[in-house]
């Protein structure tokens, strides 16, 4: 059996699947009553992803398959979008990054209450610019100082999973990080939140 498994864990893992991302295993048990091994994340071992993009305004969109986040840049003179960028959100990854800014987001409230800092209203696309790019992501990291934020996505396959759940390690590509506001960020935030009963629990939630 020892053998086996160990035979599809190299079947899984396979060279250009990104990069490596430390985890740690403990034994839980679920609502079922099952004991399964619980996956946790460090990705303060993450490579920064090396694409960068620098956000004006922001949209989030929770669909019957993902969520899909439009982050956009005005143009410098008049009116009108330069470019977007549409981030594809997998349900788990929306969740996951709702819990992980919970205990954060007391922080981020309290300073933008503090500073009068208004958290703008979800952007009103009504044409899109010639300059638009598609991303996939399953892994959203957040961080903020000030007035300043950004969010690092991070893309980790099917293979890549199923490996893990035979004990392989954990690999990702690092898909783009976005610059963009406090404020922005909590528009995002606020917007998932507002959508929480649409976002559909996944079974990997409970070994993640």
């Known amino acids: 059996m020892s053998r086996r498994k160990n035979e599809l864990v190299q079947r899984f893992v396979r060279k250009g699947e990104g990069v490596h991302i430390a985890t740690l295993r403990a034994a839980v048990t679920n609502s079922a009553g099952v004991s399964k091994d619980a996956v946790s994340i460090d990705l303060s071992s993450a490579q920064v992803p090396d694409r960068r993009y620098a956000a004006d305004a922001v949209r ?3 669909g019957e398959d993902m969520v899909r986040i439009f982050f956009a840049q005005r143009k410098p003179p008049g009116d009108g979008l330069q470019s977007i960028l549409l981030i594809r959100v997998s349900f788990l990854g929306a969740r996951q990054f709702l819990r992980s800014m919970e205990p954060i987001v007391g922080q981020v409230k309290g300073y933008l209450a503090k500073f009068h800092i208004r958290i703008p209203p979800q952007l009103d696309i009504k044409e899109t610019p010639n300059q638009t790019v598609t991303l996939d992501a399953n892994i959203v990291a ?59 629990a996944d079974e990997m939630e409970e070994q993640l």
């Open 60 to 62: 989030v969109e929770v």
């Open 142 to 200: 957040a961080g903020f100082s000030a007035r300043e934020a950004c969010l690092d996505f991070y893309h980790v396959s099917p293979y890549v999973i199923l490996g893990m759940r035979s004990g392989a390690d954990m690999y990702a590509d690092a898909v783009v990080r976005v610059i963009l506001t406090t404020s922005i960020l909590m528009s995002i935030y606020d917007a998932l939140v507002a959508e929480k009963a649409s976002l559909p």
